[in-house]
């Protein structure tokens, strides 16, 4: 199996070496500009991004987070930055452009290691996976509650319809929602609904007056 491959944005060339030696398991390309950058993963998608902030130039890696999630929406992005107030590292890590982690510098290799291997196995591919499998998973809940709340919906207007033809008089609304533990407003909506298919008179539920008691 290939070496995983990791995209290194770092003008530093100290930096750039302890990452040699801690990520010696990865194949490592390097480049010293985020906007170098742009053009390598356009070229060649890597497995993980390390992103450094304040690049030569004058560059702020962090400003060319948006153009690189465009390129590569699901390819982690590790912020790697010694210049970065907190806020700054909760924005890079908020929204649909964001990265998936932020490191402080001087970074501690063997976090480095850690939240290297963290990224390859749970986000890029492994991510849109679990995203769609999430979502099926939603939609099946979403059906099978709908499902039951219909079944639950025409089993109590059939025995809704029994006891009005079985009994005589106006239904009692109060009763009936006791009966079925539902609100009165739902044993209404049942009784509008019977009504509509037919499968009621009119008569059973009458537009009573203001203030009358149906108890």
Known sequence: MS????LVIEDDDLQ????EEALAGYELIRTRSASAALAIIAREQPDVILLDHVLGGGELGLEYLPEMKDLVPYVP???VSGALEVQEQMNALQGPRRAHY???KPVDLAELRRTVATAIEQCGEREIVRQFEALERSKRSDIEELLSRSTDRLSRQTEIRKQIRAGSGRPNISALARQFRVARRTIIRD???LIRRGELSPEAYPKW????DDE
């Open 3 to 6: 070496r995983k491959r990791i």
């Open 16 to 19: 750039y070496e302890l990452y």
């Open 77 to 79: 992005i590790i912020v």
């Open 102 to 104: 932020c490191l402080a």
């Open 191 to 193: 009784l509008q609904e």
């Open 209 to 212: 007056q203001s203030g009358e």
